[in-house]
């Protein structure tokens, strides 16, 4: 038995997005669990699908001694301010010094985080881990398929090991192979060596779905780096919106030797560049997402998803973006369900006139985003649920939802489903809790841009990615990068 501490900390940071990331944000519970410590972090994400709660199964049926520390996330969006990342990282820190002396440390962490004052947040912060702990102690890390990875993060950790999946279904099992590959330290008393490779292109983030090509194939690659003694190999796709130097995908292989390892590392690498020209998917403007959609829908094709993925909360989007709405009004595409949007202040409107009762609301448009205002609509109230739900699909489930109060609207023949705070919808329970079944609707217009496909694919008879405005934007060739290194080279569509 092995004395081992466990905590995590995630965030993906989109820095071309408005809102950021306070102390706050961390503090409450969204999709996932709010901040919680010790004893009050096991509670919190007992039963819920991440990495943390996958480590902590594998480490208990295993019988080590847990040292729980601190866990918490915040919904994508800008920045980490530099109060709250001082402040996590700091307890975080005390926590692990408090708890020494240890045989292992775990993090589940996500390796997208941009703070107000560095670039690398989970590099830094592994970095002043380090500086505690020292470098004799085993440290694993799961992170997220959209990691950014850096030297730093490499350097100060002994293996990461990365989600192989998007949308997201393999959160706990990534977590169980870190904590796994943690053992292996501790039971060999050797750490393997490490090889670190970076993609030559940048990958947009709906090309990294891994249920269509090339990073389907891609992915089904990774394991068949394991040979000689290789222990471990990660494909992390990058997140294209984080604009620092280390921006982008990346490989990491470990191994008993530097040799196989790099190996390892650079036969995966060399895969990946040979489907360069493969990444690309049809992306519809908004109009046209729309006009195809009735198209479909007068052809009994069932239910036709829009992924409103430029407004897509799960990459930073605000949530409040109504192009998608305004469009499908325009086009009058009746019982189409758009949502859901994020308006806290219309969402008091509505449940002050009460369900049957119209007034004259101002929909989203408050992000700060250029072009963006509030959309003024008569609306009618037709329900008002409370925000508070389980979720049910492959990767929210077990998840206790709490997304503020909320209001199903009707305006101009479409249903909006309303929300205090901005949620990705990738589980059908989003939708459920209005009162709405998603496979009886002829239309289904959701923010999200690939998640949703875990829950709503089996649902859909057809799926069609609209762009329109927000902070999530489709094509990296349309960014300003100012940071990213030199040679990254851009695809276009």
């Known amino acids: 038995m092995a004395r081992i501490a466990v905590g995590g900390w995630q965030h993906e940071t989109n820095t071309f997005a408005t809102i950021p990331a306070d102390y706050a944000a961390f503090e409450r519970a969204d999709e996932w669990p709010p901040l919680r410590e010790g004893e009050a972090m096991l509670e919190a994400v007992d039963g819920v699908h991440l990495p943390v709660t996958g480590a902590l199964d594998h480490l208990r049926y295993h019988g080590h001694e847990i040292v729980p520390l601190l866990w918490c996330s915040a919904t994508p969006s800008a920045h980490v301010t530099r109060d709250a990342f001082e402040r996590i990282a700091t307890r ?43 470098e004799a102690l085993p440290i694993t890390v799961s992170l997220d398929l959209h990691a950014n990875v850096t030297p730093a993060m490499v350097r100060h950790s002994d293996l990461l090991e990365i989600f192989r999946t998007y949308p997201h279904v393999d959160m706990g099992i990534t977590g169980a192979r870190a904590a ?11 750490k393997p060596s490490k090889a670190f490779r970076q993609v030559e292109f940048l990958i947009a983030l709906n090309w990294g779905c891994t249920l269509t090509s090339p ?27 984080s604009d620092i130097h280390d921006v982008g995908a990346s490989v990491v292989a470990y191994a008993g030797s530097q040799g196989n390892a790099d190996r390892a590392a650079d036969g995966l690498l060399r895969y990946i560049h040979e489907r360069e020209e493969d990444f690309q998917e ?42 998608l709405l305004q469009a499908l009004v325009a086009a009058g595409a009746h019982g ?63 998840a206790h939802m709490v997304i503020g109060p909320c209001a199903l609207l009707e305006t101009g023949g479409a249903r909006v489903l309303l929300a205090s705070h901005a949620v ?12 709405i079944e998603p496979g009886d609707e002829s239309i289904l217009a959701i923010k999200s841009s690939v998640h949703f496909r875990n829950d709503f694919t089996e649902l859909a008879g057809a799926i069609l990615v609209v762009a329109a405005p927000g902070a999530v934007i489709a094509d990296p060739t349309t960014l300003r990068y100012r940071n990213m290194r030199r040679g990254l080279r851009l695809l276009t569509r």
Request: charged share 20%; net charge negative; hydrophobic share 40%.
């Open 282 to 323: 049809k992306i519809w403007p908004a109009a046209e997402g729309v006009a195809e959609a009735m198209r479909l829908r007068d052809a009994g094709s069932g239910t036709v998803v829009l992924a409103d993925t430029q407004d897509n909360p799960g990459g930073g989007g605000s949530g409040d973006s109504t192009g």
């Open 336 to 398: 189409a369900v758009f949502g859901v949007l994020a308006d806290p202040l219309s969402v008091k409107r509505a449940r002050e006139t009460g369900i049957g009762g119209e007034f004259d609301a101002e929909l989203g448009g408050r992000s700060g985003l250029p072009g963006q205002s509030p959309w003024r609509r008569r609306c009618r109230v037709l329900a008002l649920p409370d925000g508070n739900f389980t979720a049910t699909g492959p990767m929210y489930h077990g």
């Open 180 to 190: 796994a590959q943690l053992e292996r330290m501790l039971a060999t008393g050797e």
């Open 92 to 134: 975080l820190v005390e926590l692990i010094a408090a708890a020494l002396p240890l045989d292992g440390l775990y993090l589940d962490l996500h390796g997208a985080m941009v703070a107000e004052h560095l670039e690398d947040g989970e590099g830094e912060l592994l970095r002043r881990i380090r500086t505690v702990t020292g």
């Open 424 to 435: 990705q919808v990738a589980d059908q329970s989003m939708v459920r809790h209005y009162g």
């Open 215 to 241: 990073c389907k194939e891609i992915y089904h690659q990774v394991p068949a780096a394991y040979s000689g003694n290789v222990i471990s190999a990660s494909f992390a796709a990058g997140f294209h919106l």
